[in-house]
């Protein structure tokens, strides 16, 4: 009798990681997206899980199942409070009004009376521990599940004794079911944790690749992801640093360095929320202006530079300027908007620098692509 509890609750415990596993894969980027329809996707799998496990768990002759079913409930409720976990654990719990099995003292209402409490008592305990315990923190001590599982399902079953259950089969069967409950709880945190991990590793490796450590700004691998996504109403504007070169000759790489440190919070802090700046490259900068009037491209240019004209650096620098030119997105392609922004760039520091030049699309204009002069900057072309 024991050697088939034992295997009763050894298959019980290979459906609970199969599923929970199956679990495991909504947890699919980082951040989790907040939205109802990926935590009522986890209830109905919870759900799932706890009749599968109730309908292949055990019954003793005296009507006490003996399952894991428990297990996804208390991981609910660590996750989404006692209120997801009683509703995910119900369907299980009243199951054995539907299926009465055996002629015992817990048959129909008195095991449904017995499921209820146990699922009240974990869910409670399951709550009341959320404090020491977060399932999606891959920091915490696979050790400290075990303790909290082992007071978290301390209390299954106890029930029994005020139901006039068969105690000798309370015996025979709770330390196994408290045993494969700890185990199996700590397969599903395992489980959970280690994907909370790689996906937060895999965030952080993705920040790091799109994002200039200097600035702090998405860098030009991030700018060229973002490229196919802007529309007629937005606007570019390349950015460059005047006289950057002299910079670091006269003054040295670290001064540099803080500079383009600078001027990279300076351009976040200034862009509205939905507009994004870029490390370009070397000392250019990139800002793609999401919903802007046409009209309005240019003052937000020269508010910009004006901005950075007027921020002191500290010595040993006495004033950074910038060049900056830009064009609008329309329905022409999205490269031939980076190069106009490039060419009124161009015509900015053949001007003399420290000054705003937007370029409208204009299909008669030469592009240029042989160096300097190949198409004079002509201010009808403004």
Known sequence: MFLS????????????????????????SWPPPR????????????????LALVLLGPV????LRVNLSLVPVAVIVLRYGM??????????????????LGSG??????????????????????????????????????????????LIFLPTDLGLVLLGGDLDVLQR?????????????WAVASMITGRVALLQSTDAYREQAHRDALSGLPNRRQFELDLPFTAPGDALLLIDVDHFKQVNDRHGHPVGDQVLARIGGLLSDALRGRDRAYRY????????????????????????????????????????????GGAPFGLWSRTRTLWDADEALYCVKQGGRNGVRILTFDPARP?????PGAAPCDPLHS
Request: proline fraction near 5%; include cysteine.
């Open 83 to 100: 209120g997801s976990g009683l509703l995910a654990g119900l369907p299980a719990a009243l199951l054995p009004l539907a299926t009465p």
């Open 35 to 50: 939205h109802w329809r990926l935590k009522g996707m986890r209830l109905a799998l919870t759900v799932v899980t706890t």
């Open 281 to 324: 490259g070397g000392e250019e900068f990139a800002v793609i202006l999401r919903r802007v009037q046409h009209s309005r491209i240019e003052e937000v240019a020269q508010r910009l530079c004006d901005l950075i004209a007027a921020t002191p650096f500290g010595e040993p620098l006495e004033q950074v300027t910038v060049s900056v």
């Open 105 to 150: 003292p817990l048959d129909g209402a008195a095991a449904t009376t017995l499921s209820l409490v146990n699922l009240l008592l974990v869910s409670g305990m399951a709550h009341l521990f959320r404090w020491a315990l977060n399932i999606s923190d891959p920091h915490g001590s696979l050790q400290r599940h075990a303790w909290v599982a082992g």
């Open 5 to 28: 509890l034992i295997q009763s609750l050894f298959v019980n415990f290979s459906v609970l990681v199969t599923l929970s596993f199956v679990m495991s894969l909504t947890y699919r």
């Open 60 to 63: 003793d002759e005296s009507g």
């Open 367 to 371: 592009l240029r692509t042989g160096g």
């Open 173 to 185: 069967s709770y330390l196994p079911c408290l045993a494969f409950s700890v185990l199996g709880f």
